[in-house]
């Protein structure tokens, strides 16, 4: 399974950004993890193609997760922005240990 991130960039605090990662094909969970210079990565958001959710607490009312299964792709509607969220974005598919990673698109907060 490859895995296409694209999306991320650099805006003020307050401001947006919306990534998107494309699948080659269906996965069932896809989800955003993040990874901070010095960091753990850390799960952000995650979707089932029945749309089930999950969100990190620090991330939850301002990021939004949805996929369009026709296209094998998910979004993340990023409001509120916070220079917190200053990190590399990663696309991930399927259930760990058997599960995708994307290349990573940056995303940087300024204050």
């Known amino acids: 399974v490859q895995l296409q991130a694209s999306g991320g960039g650099l805006v003020q605090a307050g401001g947006s950004l919306r990534l998107s990662c494309a699948a080659s094909k269906s996965i069932n969970r896809m989800g955003w993890y993040r990874q901070a210079p010095g960091k753990q990565r850390e799960l952000v958001a995650v979707?089932?193609?029945?749309?089930?959710?999950r969100y990190a607490d620090s991330v939850r009312g301002r990021f939004t997760v949805s996929r369009d299964n026709a296209k094998n792709t998910i979004y993340l509607q990023m409001n509120s922005l916070k220079p917190e969220d200053t990190a590399v974005y990663y696309c991930n598919a399927g259930w760990a240990p058997e599960d995708y990673w994307g290349q990573g698109t940056q995303v940087t907060v300024s204050s």
């Open positions: 979707i089932t193609s029945g749309g089930s959710t």
